[in-house]
């Protein structure tokens, strides 16, 4: 062995040197993502203060040079010494890891920040760091170079009595992230979504890049009822009022949102002192709990549900349902490092009492919109029944029980599913290329006839009975809904192959919506993936370029030069292609471009709200969408 192991070898990474070396387990990855988190980590400490009641405004400002600057009206943090240490405190906050107010010192009574490597992380990432503190009439500031502090925390200046709170400005370090550019949108979500879950704070959010600059002001006296009325913009209610619940049990104080509306989807999110749980928790149990079991002695109780009808299950009361719940609890337990999923067992009976009590008032004070809910839920429950007989017909069953694969499937003979790709291709003319052209033994065609349903609009029994979604599931073998089951997936990649025009992107758009609706697990685990067939053909002299965009169609044509031996053919659908070309540019995996699917989890509520304005049944709200996005479109197929 050349190299050296010895004990000499095994490496002591002091200070912030183990942040800078491995960014990723501190923030999760150096990408766009990590970049936006390093803001949030800023504004999650300043939330922290207003969810102490001592703080009412944030300033996020993005400056022309990329820095961040995060300014909040809390307590400031201390300055004085900290006699552990031997510093400053302020000091101890930016460079030590692991330290905080979070830990049961008796500063914070609830958090977001638990692990107390928000402010020294964002330090230890960025190129420089200034943090001014506002106390006393004196502004105390010190800077930091990579985490290393510049100097001794030092009054630079003296500002009102009546001032206090921190401004944090940073830098990003360019030699650790992969880009260093600011996306307004994504900040503004998470600001936003910030605001909505925070009542009264109010964020405010400038962009110093633009000519003219761009502020958006975010607050919500209504808090979480606010944040339901948002998400259920393009959707119609079913009544005017948002049933609230808010209450304190065990040392949690929980708060509910909820209201109906008439779309079949339900839509929950879930937050622990801010901070969203995809997964949901104990918190999440507790409410669909409660739900439940109050609107059944509701019915019962009011001869809505007769004595022999079957009790309503939780999927036909939340049919339809938009609902938040967003608990504060003072020591949050949460599975795994990543704060997906809660779970403290106070905070299921905390909000299930707080619910039941709260709703069953509610229902008894507003006969008519509890009718409402109650009839919607048992046409839900006669849907459902007709969509388990329908479900019946389309599980895969054995060779035995004579259900096959759908005829027009074209399977992969490798049976192992870690090889095999399936192409979801639109129309018989495609599908037949694809079937010449594709790798028999590991990849699968299923042309679909014409556009499928669009599932935002319809409920389970209509999307059982439908052929084209029907020979996707039992293709897929992974059932849906609650019979979904991941380890039942035939194939590696689900590919969806459509034409490069509006209508593609049309189809693209429906396969989306109803994977992200009833396979939400195969976007999640990374088996959904867009092709991208070529735009355009150039020959010149028999030599053959596919180009995949404009820009890559110019370069070629600037370095094969522009004269009148180019023939350029622009391809306005897949059937265009024989079967060569589309093996060679669409299918071969080592030639082809795969563009993956992914879900991003922290803003499930803004994708949540995209899809039903696109897809939904209001017209307004995809106006309003089209028209502030259509500087955005590229390769308009006019």
Not at 164 to 172: E, Q, S
Not at 260 to 276: A, L, P, R, W, Y
Not at 420 to 438: H, L, M, Q, W
Not at 592 to 607: G, N, P, W
Request: with cysteine; glycine share 8%.
């Amino acid at each position: 062995m050349s190299a050296e192991y010895g004990a000499d070898q095994i490496q002591i990474l002091e200070g912030l040197e183990a942040v800078r070396k491995r960014p990723g387990m501190y923030i999760g990855s150096t990408s766009a993502r990590g970049l936006h988190h390093l803001v949030y980590e800023i504004v999650d400490n300043a939330v922290d203060e207003a969810l102490a009641g001592v703080c009412k405004n944030i300033y996020v400002t993005v400056n022309e040079d990329n820095s961040i600057t995060v300014e909040d009206d809390g307590r400031g943090i201390p300055v004085g010494m900290n006699h552990k240490a031997g510093k400053s405190a302020l000091e101890v906050v930016f460079t030590v890891l692991h330290a905080g107010g979070k830990f049961g010192g008796g500063g914070y009574k609830v958090s977001g920040g638990l692990h107390g490597v928000g402010a020294s992380v964002v330090n230890a990432l960025s190129n420089w760091l200034t943090v001014e503190v506002y106390h006393d009439g004196k502004i105390y500031s010190q800077s930091y170079k990579r985490g290393k502090a510049d100097g001794e925390v030092k009054v630079t200046g003296e500002c009102d009595i009546a001032k206090h709170g921190t401004k944090v400005t940073f830098k990003p370090d360019d030699t650790i992230f992969e880009e260093t550019v600011y996306d307004f949108g994504t900040l503004k979500q998470r600001l936003r979504e910030t605001a909505f879950l925070t009542k009264n704070l109010r964020i405010v959010l400038l962009d110093k890049r633009e000519n003219p600059e761009r502020q958006e002001e975010y607050h919500y006296a209504g808090g979480i009822k606010e944040f339901v009325t948002y998400l259920n913009k393009s959707k119609e209610a079913l009544y005017d009022q948002v049933i609230y619940c808010e209450g304190t049990r065990d040392g949690v104080y929980v708060e509910v949102a909820m209201q109906h509306n008439d779309s079949f989807n339900d839509t929950t999110f879930s937050f622990v002192n801010n901070i969203i749980t995809p997964e949901g928790g104990t918190h999440l149990a507790g409410f669909r709990n409660a739900m439940t079991k109050t609107f059944n002695a509701y019915a019962k109780a009011n001869k809505i549900l007769k004595d022999n009808e079957p009790p309503l299950t939780g999927d036909d009361i939340r049919e339809g349902l938009t609902a938040i719940i967003s608990i504060k609890i003072e020591e949050p337990q949460f599975e795994g490092q990543t704060k997906q999923k809660l779970g403290n067992s106070e905070a299921r009976g905390a909000v299930d009492s707080v619910v039941s009590e709260q709703l069953t008032y509610f229902l008894e004070q507003n006969p008519a919109i509890a009718k409402t809910i109650c009839e919607k839920s048992l046409l839900a429950q006669r849907a459902r029944e007709a969509a388990r007989k329908a479900r019946d017909l389309t599980r895969r069953k054995t060779a035995l029980e004579g259900m096959s694969l759908p005829g027009k499937l074209a399977d992969c003979s490798d049976k192992d599913p870690k090889n095999c790709e399936i192409f979801i291709v639109e129309g018989d003319s495609a599908g037949g290329s694809a079937k010449t052209a594709r790798s028999r033994a590991t990849q699968a065609i299923l042309p679909l006839r014409g556009k499928i349903l669009n599932v935002e609009k319809a409920r389970l029994d209509k999307i059982y009975g439908n052929a084209e979604i029907k020979a996707m599931i039992t293709a897929f073998g992974t059932g849906i809904h609650e019979d979904f089951d991941i380890s039942k997936l035939r194939y590696n990649k689900i590919i969806i192959m459509t034409d490069a025009d509006v209508d593609g992107a049309h189809i693209s758009t429906l396969m989306l919506t109803f994977l992200y609706r009833f396979m939400p697990e195969l976007i999640k685990q990374g088996h959904v993936y867009l092709a991208q067939p070529p735009l355009y053909k150039i020959e010149k002299n028999k030599n053959v370029w596919y180009a995949y965009s404009d820009e890559e169609l110019n370069k070629i044509l600037t370095e094969i030069g522009r004269d009148g031996n180019n023939k350029i053919q622009r391809y306005k659908g897949l059937g265009e292609m024989d079967a060569e070309q589309l093996w060679e540019t669409t299918m071969d995996p080592e030639k082809r471009i795969l563009k993956k699917v992914i879900v991003d989890e922290e803003s499930s509520s803004e994708i949540d709200v995209t899809f039903t304005t696109l897809m939904g049944d209001k017209v307004e709200p995809r106006r309003e969408f089209i028209e502030a996005n259509a500087k955005y479109v590229q390769n308009l197929d006019v």
